[in-house]
């Protein structure tokens, strides 16, 4: 429960003839977490070399990319499957072979035959686009150009010209620019160029047609219509095609991508001239299966052998082995770090701590019940493991944030028909307001106990860690080092119990001096620093300067309470502006126009609770699991293990 | 004269007078607190927060492990806010 899954070394040595069979037997199992093997120039790795794809390899790696091309190209995602029924996998086998070609054949032959229309399309409207210019022009477009004794001037200007010369002169204007075509005899040329230069000219190639530019357009624009048609159909085609044969090709690039990942196993492998060894890990509860599926599969020609592997726990892949209530926690332990196979696994804490912690900040029965409802209601419409699992600790955390609202007594920021049975929250905000205000004092006090109970359970842990991890005389030190950080913790707590008298702490102040004016209570705070400051410094010198840390990390729970007291007033603040100040004034003497107001009064009310919803999730969610990050796992927690992944696959779309 | 006056306005604050005033002190001072940590909090989590946008379009893994690391300093004005809630009530 607190400890990774269990993980046995193995060794799996045999004769070549024997690796596809294994490879199989490994992957069908996905048990087998491979180590893979990497050529050194040890002595001992002598003769081993780095092994070969199997034959099948390059060939079905060819036919997986034509497939994942097509995938692509249909922009089908696993997620869109409607997993019906699982193939069998001799008999996908058969269709990937005689049927797939086929149908990739005719899927390409579309595809390229639809490039094709569309750069034809985008031909055509290019020359549209050079003929529209000419499509006031009334003549044929031939009579532009190829004149020896005359120059011809078409293009853009921005203002009108005069000529002295001899010329002939077409101009069609509209709002925004004025086209011009301007015919000349070549010995004016210069003269033309000059005019049309101060008229900030910009010519305009004439196109290589015949007949005139609007009749050209009109005969383009009936092209494009004919090719957009045949591209409709070719589109219809496809998507038929994507509609009949969806899941088979999600079926096919299962089976593909998984025979590539079977082929390309022996790169991870330690060959030699006849033989293979392969080293990994599998969970030691499965051991047994495993061992056995090896040796049916070869018979017993494999050598499957247990290593002694006290000496490389460290490396070890981890997988979580958690209670089902705890499993959707992992994954807030993934966004920090994943256990080290060695290390104690906080889950179980975590997903009970985080809960309770996220209720304290935000404990409210209206915005739990929100969130509630938010968190059942995505998990239609989410998908992947990820989401669904955050949802799931959206959902623990909902349901702690109604209890908490109870306790505290609060519905959006009104309370229950009930006094707190807690603590009271309830802020003096608003014209009418009464009461005695929050209990700041007593919510601190409850924060700063959440606090010094959890960094004194994690100091606990953390001296758990250091006796399994460590070695040695390093080890006692690093647990000694533990102790000795509680101890200055309670020391200082005992110190100030008699000093002050403080509300829901034991009351030292009374007891008898004994010298110097400190009671007994002193006396024992300061043996207790004394010591714990002996065994942190005996550990490292170096980590007195982490001193205060004691401090402002036990201060740093107030935010349960700080964090709290912000939602409650935003929530009070909303209430009273909406309809202590908008609705209820309209109310006494309701008129047409206060209609419009009262309503506008409830938008208010809405927006604001739901900022202060998402406010309040967002808050609530950060600031506790930010404890548990900083605060707790400081005390014991490294993280960094390897994630288990087992050689092989989940099978969604055929079974054997 | 000046003194004479001054003497006889501290003569006639009334004890209401002076209880207003301290409220309207520590009010004051609940505001400065929460303010000023607010703004330090801002800068503190200005410099992280445009670190972690440039990490997280590097690699989104990272995404959940930035997103703490920039709501660290939010103990700065939560000490505030906790110094307010104290002052205030």
Not at chain 1, 198 to 223: D, K, L, W
Not at chain 1, 270 to 286: K, N, Q
Not at chain 1, 478 to 504: D, R, T, Y
């Amino acid at each position: 429960m607190f400890t990774p899954e269990g993980m046995t070394r193995v060794l799996i040595a045999a004769t070549k003839s024997q690796m596809e069979p294994v490879i199989r037997e490994m992957y069908r199992q996905h048990l087998f977490h491979i180590e893979e093997f990497v050529e050194k120039d040890k002595k001992e790795y002598e003769g081993y070399r780095i092994g070969t794809p199997l034959p099948a390899a390059n060939e079905t790696s060819r036919q997986l990319l034509r497939l994942r091309g097509i995938n692509n190209a249909f922009m089908i995602h696993e997620d869109e499957a409607e997993t019906g029924g699982k193939q069998k996998h001799g008999h996908l086998k058969e269709l990937v072979e005689r049927e797939l070609p086929s149908i990739e054949q005719e899927v390409e032959d579309l595809l390229s035959r639809r490039a094709k229309l569309d750069s034809q399309i985008k031909e055509y409207e290019q020359k549209i686009d050079a003929l529209k210019p000419f499509a006031s022009v009334p003549i044929d477009l031939e009579l532009l150009r190829g004149f020896q004794m005359f120059s011809v001037f078409c293009g853009y200007i921005s203002r009108n010209i005069s000529l002295d010369i001899p010329h002939e002169i077409l101009m069609s204007e509209s709002k925004k620019d004025r086209f011009i075509v301007l015919i000349v005899p070549n010995q004016d040329r210069s003269i033309a160029e000059q005019a049309l230069q101060n008229a900030q000219f910009q010519a305009v190639p004439v196109p290589e047609e015949t007949g005139t530019a609007a009749s050209r357009i009109g005969y383009y624009e009936g092209q494009v219509l004919a090719v957009k048609g045949e591209l409709e159909e070719i589109n219809r085609r496809l998507d038929e095609i994507k509609k009949r044969h969806k899941d088979f090709f999600l079926a096919c690039n299962e089976l593909l991508t998984a025979d590539v990942e079977m082929a390309e196993a022996p790169l991870r492998f330690a060959t030699t001239g006849e033989s293979f060894i392969v080293e990994g890990w599998v969970p030691t509860e499965r051991l047994e299966t495993f061992r056995q599926g090896i040796h049916y599969a070869t018979g017993g020609k494999v050598y499957v052998y247990e290593l002694d592997q006290s000496e490389v726990e460290d490396v070890a892949p981890t997988e979580y082995h958690n209670v089902s209530f705890a499993r959707p926690t992992e994954m807030l332990m993934d966004v920090y770090s994943r256990p080290r196979y060695t290390e104690i696994d906080p889950t179980l804490l975590i997903s009970i701590i985080f809960p309770i912690f996220f209720g304290i900040i935000l404990g409210d029965v209206g915005y739990g019940a929100i969130l509630l409802v938010l968190s059942l209601g995505l998990q239609r419409f989410l998908k992947g493991d990820e989401g669904q699992k955050l949802l799931k600790v959206l959902r623990n955390a909902s349901i702690s944030s109604i209890i908490f609202g109870v306790l505290f007594s609060e519905f959006f920021g009104f309370s229950l028909p009930w006094d707190p049975i807690l603590f009271s929250r309830h802020l003096n905000i608003g014209g009418h307001a009464g009461g005695h205000g929050p209990d700041v004092t007593s919510l601190m006090i409850m924060a700063i106990w959440i606090g010094v109970l959890q960094i004194t359970l994690g100091r606990v842990l953390g001296m758990v860690n250091h006796a399994r991890q460590d070695h040695g005389s390093h080890r006692i030190k690093a647990v000694m080092a533990n102790l000795g950080w509680i101890m200055v913790l309670w020391g200082i707590l005992a110190m100030l119990w008699a000093a002050f008298p403080l509300p829901f702490m034991p009351d030292l102040t009374g007891l008898p001096p004994i010298v110097m004016g400190l009671n007994m209570g002193s006396i024992l705070g300061l043996v207790l620093i004394l010591l714990g400051v002996v065994f942190i410094v005996r550990d490292s010198a170096l980590e007195i300067v982490e001193l205060p840390t004691i401090l402002s990390h036990v201060l740093s729970y107030a935010r349960l309470v700080g964090v709290g007291l912000s939602s409650v007033a935003i929530a009070m603040v909303v209430n009273f502006i909406a309809i202590g100040l908008i609705i209820e004034p309209q109310l006494e003497s309701l008129t047409a126009f206060g209609v419009i107001i009262v309503i506008m009064g409830a938008l208010v009310f809405v927006i604001g609770h739901l900022l202060n919803t998402i406010l309040g999730m967002l808050g609530g969610g950060l600031q506790s699991l930010r404890l548990q990050y900083v605060e707790f796992f400081t005390k014991f927690y490294k993280g960094g293990g390897k994630k288990y992944t087992p050689f092989g696959m989940k099978k969604r779309f055929m079974e054997d | 004269m000046a003194d004479a006056a001054t003497a006889v306005a501290a003569t006639e604050m009334t004890v209401e007078m002076i209880k207003a005033s301290q409220l309207g002190m520590k009010a004051l001072g609940a505001g400065l607190a929460v303010g000023l940590t607010g703004i330090a909090t801002g800068i503190a989590e200005m410099a992280i927060g445009s670190a972690a946008v440039g990490a997280t379009a590097e690699n989104k893994d990272v995404f959940g492990l930035v997103l703490l690391l920039t709501v660290i300093p939010e103990t700065i004005v939560i000490f505030g806010l906790v110094v307010s809630l104290l002052l205030l009530f």
